[in-house]
């Protein structure tokens, strides 16, 4: 048994180590060119930030091999070497929490200061709006904790007669094995004979720790049933209509010069526009017609960026331009697979959260009884799964915001793009990720509930956490799920009904005045 948890110990430090080197890859793999040798801060924040989030959604897999190492114990502080899980996921999220809501809009703050500046107002600046959401939050939690920070437990007062320590233990047997048992029922104990009448509600004060994360869960379930709702449907759906929508052919040169000088016309501008703002900017007058302006600007260049890429992949150019052709179909294809392998993914988690989740009782455990068949093959396959699936509803988030970004104007634009994503958008997704990762494990340790029983995240995220006073309701009657599935089967409707569109070239651009 010592053996077992001494490899699960080696097993989570080296899993740190891969997530920390491989987020490295990604953000040198998706930096801006204008932010290599530079902007440095934001860098280590960006990777601290993908790090935490990337260990807090394997952690959960841990959290049931770590239970799994101990099942053949009385208790789980007989095991040798074994994870303390319940400390590790408290100081994760108290990490996760204080990346979201100070350091990164701190960096954020920092990287997007007037440029004209030094360095030491930028800071200034910076600092001065994180204080102040500092207080703010400060303020918020503790008169929160101190009036309803408090779990109420429904319990079931029990009860038995009472009899000597026997000298023999003779009056026990198979036949008669409790105390007081009834002459008409002796298989029943006297605590089984106590009426429904005997309910009651055990109130204690919870942890700081554990309120600030209940807190921060709250906000992160908002946000995740909204984008993960949406983004769980326009995630595969938008790479199968980018397939429909692709490329049949190569245009021609004459097609190409006429596309190319629409383009340069919509890029002229934009750029008089972005001029126009940043003069508004300079002068202080940055009022609601200001940031609905910057909103369409942005979006216009977006589009325009979309463009300007898929003109390059209809007229491939270069001594190279066949295989580039090529590798342009390939990539549609490749979009086509993977576009129905996660229709696939994202109807077994809408089933699952029904049958599981929304009837009672649950029709079928469903995807639980999967990764235990799994981890009875080969304890790898059900934690690969189970996290493949946790990662799913990660990207889905992102999908979500990014495809709502677009549509809503209170919504910022923070494209993830290979070799072109600036810090901020950087900060931003991060920030994201982060704070829906918290909803994210709430919501896999209630939907695999009978996968991870008897862990650490089931008892703070389902115990503590849904019977927490003042938000127990949201998760009693299952808000969030029901939001989730809501939004999923809208925006699965609204795709179908207009995503396979091409979209429509847009007219001369038009600012508010």
């Not at 904790?145 to 000597?164: C, E």
């Not at 990762?437 to 389902?462: D, K, N, P, R, W």
Request: aromatic share 12%; net charge positive; hydrophobic share 50%.
């Amino acid at each position: 048994m010592g053996d077992f948890n001494l490899i699960l110990v080696i097993v989570a430090a080296v899993v740190c180590v891969i997530v920390f080197c491989f987020n490295i890859y990604l953000l040198v793999s998706y930096q801006h060119p204008d932010d290599v040798n530079q902007a440095y801060f934001p860098k280590i924040v960006v990777v601290l930030g993908l790090t935490i989030a990337g260990i807090s959604i394997l952690m959960l897999p841990a959290d049931v091999a770590n239970r799994q190492a101990c099942r053949h114990a009385i208790y789980n502080g007989a095991c040798n070497l074994t994870l303390p899980m319940r400390d590790l996921w408290l100081a994760i999220y108290i990490v996760d929490a204080v990346l979201v809501f100070f350091v990164i809009p701190f960096a954020m703050f920092y990287y997007e200061g007037d440029q004209d500046k030094t360095v030491g107002k930028r800071i200034l600046s910076a600092m001065m709006w994180v204080v102040a959401t500092a207080i703010v939050c400060g303020l918020v939690l503790g008169i929160l904790y101190g009036l309803v920070g408090k779990v109420d437990f429904t319990v079931r007062h029990l009860s038995s007669n009472t009899s000597s320590f026997p000298s023999s233990w003779t009056d026990f047997t198979k036949s008669q094995p409790c105390i007081g048992a009834s002459t008409n029922n002796i298989h029943q104990c006297a605590a089984y004979s106590a009426s429904a009448s005997s309910g009651t509600t055990w109130t204690m004060q919870t942890t700081f720790p554990e309120y600030v994360v209940a807190l921060a869960t709250i906000v992160g379930s908002v946000l995740f049933s909204i984008f993960g709702g949406v983004g769980i449907a326009c995630l595969p759906l938008g790479l199968i209509f980018s397939f429909i929508r692709r490329p049949k052919a190569v245009i021609t040169r004459s097609q190409y010069i006429k596309e190319a000088t629409e383009l340069g016309k919509k890029a002229r501008e934009l750029k008089k526009a972005a001029d126009s703002l940043h003069q508004e900017e300079r002068s202080g007058s940055k009022g609601r017609k200001w940031r609905k302006n910057v909103k369409t600007v942005e979006k216009e260049l977006l589009l325009l960026e979309e463009d300007m890429k898929a003109l390059e992949e209809m007229y491939p150019q270069g001594e190279k331009a066949e295989t580039d052709w090529a590798l342009t179909v390939i990539g549609y294809l490749a979009k086509l697979v993977l576009g129905i392998l996660g229709l696939v993914v994202s109807v077994l988690w809408v089933v699952h959260i029904v049958i599981y989740l929304l009837i009672d009782p649950p029709l079928s455990s469903f995807l639980n009884e999967v990764f235990v068949k799994l981890d009875n093959i080969w304890g790898l396959f059900g934690t690969v799964a189970f996290a493949f699936f946790c990662f799913y509803l990660l990207v889905a988030v992102i999908a979500g915001a990014m495809m709502l970004g677009l549509r809503l104007v209170f919504i910022t634009i923070h494209p993830m793009k290979w070799g072109a994503t600036l810090m901020n958008s950087f900060l931003f997704n991060v920030g994201l990720i982060l704070l829906c990762s918290i909803s994210v494990i709430q919501f896999c340790s209630t939907a695999f509930a009978y996968y991870a029983q008897a862990t650490a995240a089931q008892e703070i995220f389902g115990h503590t956490l849904e019977s927490l006073r003042g938000i127990k309701y949201l998760y009693r009657y299952n808000v969030f799920q029901i939001a989730f599935v809501v939004l999923a089967g809208l925006t699965f409707v609204f795709y179908a009904a207009f995503g396979w569109r091409k979209r429509k070239a847009t007219g001369r651009l038009q600012l508010s005045s």
